[in-house]
């Protein structure tokens, strides 16, 4: 198993600078004994152009099965184990990057006690791995690496054999990694990401290596397109483990976005779809669920109020159905986090055209607001106090009268199958209030009552036969014949009656 990693450089900017951050003198090879083998550290080249380290691991396979036994496994090596051994001495896999942090430690953590105003320095790198596992194939491997901030990425699948190229392709490719990174960057983008292109079943997964997932993953992890399959591969798929890192993983998003001590656990991966390789949070199934409610209403232009930092946009952008999307928030930072993840800046003005991002609060009207074919609330509601709920009625269904209303708010009664929240406790610090199904029920009704619309419930996630599921949708549709209210009065906001078009409570239209 063998990588190497190189930097270029220049008299001012020596390339060898590369032995102090890796801590290892270019002028010497040297050995380390790891728990599979010996590591080899070495310097090809070393010139202040040019500088070259190199790792090779020699895996000891008696090393190898004997700590495979110790460890527990009934004593017997499993089936797979007689392949993992054959192909371990020369191809890179997770051995590797149990290597590269043993004997990289300080590079990876970003320490450098000799010179350690290097560590944050961005420099030309480039990394090689001459045969690296790659289950997913070249496609996954751009996928992978691509967000990392690599200026190319080449995945050159290796043949069977070099002489009988009929034989087709294995399951290696050569990789090549190039851009400009910080050293510490690039190799805890390694440490994660070779395991999940070995995916192979063989490690032992303690409970200690969610800490090791998102100490490495710190700063790319919670923002990476595939976080949800890095995790649950890393992880070895083991569900418990993945489902712990996904919903820490949410609170660090969460935490970047709003800069707010957060304790969101809402995207916890929902245990209804046991798809083995990439669990769905149910932040992407309530995006689903109302991406698919917006397309029966047969909506084009749609208002996100609330959006947040811009998922839902982003996933309506995609959909050329959507003629307008406008992305309303109280929050500028949110706002700011969304510009960024739809790259506004950059893009072009056909799509830029379609879409707004603006400041407004929901607790006011605004006739921007008005004409609409559909709005969605999602996740919203339980961020105002309830006070100030009347006034978000009346803005929504009194001013801006969208024909379709899509109100989506936890199920409270779903909290108790939360594994890791503590009970009594909402699932997130600016949740001021969390409803049950009734009660949501009882709220959307008398809305949709006094302000002419009928309404639906959908349940979003696993609709558990005791709790109900984890969110509760609301579908309201403007009733046909019936004029907008117009003016506010007390009157019809605190009582309202129920208009015979609107169907009963819990009952669905
Ligand atoms: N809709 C997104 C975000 C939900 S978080 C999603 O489903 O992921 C709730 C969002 O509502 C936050 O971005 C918060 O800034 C916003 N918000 C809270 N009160 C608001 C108000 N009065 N007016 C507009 N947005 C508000």
Same mark, same amino acid.
């Given at each position: 198993?063998?990588? =190497? ?28 004994? *790891? ?43 499993? &089936? #797979? ?5 054959? !192909? ?32 944050? @320095? ?16 070249? !496609? ?20 069977? %054999? ?48 969610? %800490?090791?997932?998102?100490? &490495? ?46 304790? @969101?656990?809402?995207?916890?991966? %929902?245990?209804?779809?046991? *798809? ?27 208002? !996100? ?13 995609? !959909? ?42 929901? #607790?006011? *009207? ?30 929504? $269904? ?5 024909? +379709? ?7 409270? @009664? ?18 001021? $209030?969390?409803? +049950? ?26 609709? %558990? ?8 949708? &609301?579908?309201?549709?403007?009733? =046909? ?29």
């Amino acid at each position: 198993m063998f990588l =190497t990693i190189s930097t270029t450089g220049s008299p001012e900017r020596p390339a060898t600078d590369l032995g102090f951050l890796l801590h290892k003198h270019p002028g010497k090879a040297q050995s380390f004994s *790891t728990s599979h083998g010996t590591a080899h550290v070495f310097y090809p080249e070393a010139t202040a152009e040019r500088c070259t380290a190199g790792l090779l691991l020699e895996v000891d396979p008696v090393a190898l099965v004997r700590r495979g036994q110790g460890k527990g496994r009934g004593g017997t090596p499993d &089936a #797979a184990l007689a392949q993992y051994v054959n !192909d371990r001495p020369y191809a890179a896999s997770s051995l590797l990057a149990v290597a590269l942090s043993g004997v990289f430690r300080s590079a990876l953590a970003g320490q450098c006690t000799a010179r350690p105003e290097l560590t944050d @320095e961005v420099r030309p790198l480039r990394i090689e791995i001459p045969a690296l596992p790659a289950r997913g194939g070249a !496609d996954l491997v751009h996928r992978l690496f691509g967000p990392l901030g690599w200026e190319s990425v080449t995945a050159t699948p290796v043949p069977l %054999d070099e002489t009988f190229p009929g034989w087709g392709d294995s399951r290696y490719v050569r990789l090549v990694l190039e851009g400009e990174l910080r050293l510490s960057d690039a190799l805890r983008g390694l440490y994660v990401l070779l395991p999940v292109l070995d995916d192979a079943k063989h490690y032992w997964i303690a409970s200690d290596e969610v %800490d090791k997932l998102l100490r &490495a993953g710190e700063g790319w992890l919670a923002e990476h397109p595939e976080s949800g399959l890095i995790t649950s591969r890393y992880l070895a798929r083991h569900k418990r483990l993945t489902q712990n890192a996904l919903e820490r993983l949410e609170l660090v998003r969460l935490a970047e976005a709003d800069g707010s001590e957060v304790e @969101e656990i809402d995207n916890a991966v %929902d245990e209804s779809r046991d *798809t083995e390789e990439k669990p769905v949070p149910l932040a992407a199934r309530r995006r689903e669920a109302i991406l698919a409610a917006l397309r029966d209403a047969g909506a084009a232009r749609v208002l !996100d109020l609330g959006c947040g930092q811009g998922q839902l946009v982003q996933a309506l952008l995609a !959909d050329p159905a959507y003629t307008e999307i406008v992305g309303v928030d109280v929050s500028v930072r949110a706002l700011n986090v969304a510009a960024k993840r739809l790259r506004l800046e950059r893009m072009g003005e056909r799509q830029s055209s379609r879409v707004r991002l603006t400041q407004g609060s929901l #607790a006011y *009207t605004d006739k921007r607001l008005v004409g609409y074919d559909a709005a969605v609330l999602s996740e919203v509601i339980e961020h105002l106090d309830p006070e100030r709920l009347p006034a978000l009625e009346y803005a929504v $269904f009194g001013s801006a009268r969208p024909r +379709t209303v899509l109100v989506t708010t936890p199920n409270v @009664e779903y909290n108790v199958r939360w594994e890791t929240l503590p009970a009594g406790h909402v699932r997130h610090g600016d949740h001021r $209030f969390e409803w +049950t199904r009734a009660e949501f029920r009882a709220w959307a009704g008398q809305v949709a009552s006094r302000h002419g619309y009928t309404v639906a419930y959908v349940p979003v996630g696993d609709d %558990d036969p005791e709790v109900g599921p984890p969110t509760q949708m &609301a579908v309201f549709t403007q009733a =046909t014949g019936t004029q907008a209210t117009g003016t506010r009065t007390t009157d019809t906001l605190a009582t309202g009656t129920r208009t015979t078009d609107t169907p009963k409570e819990g009952e669905a239209a």
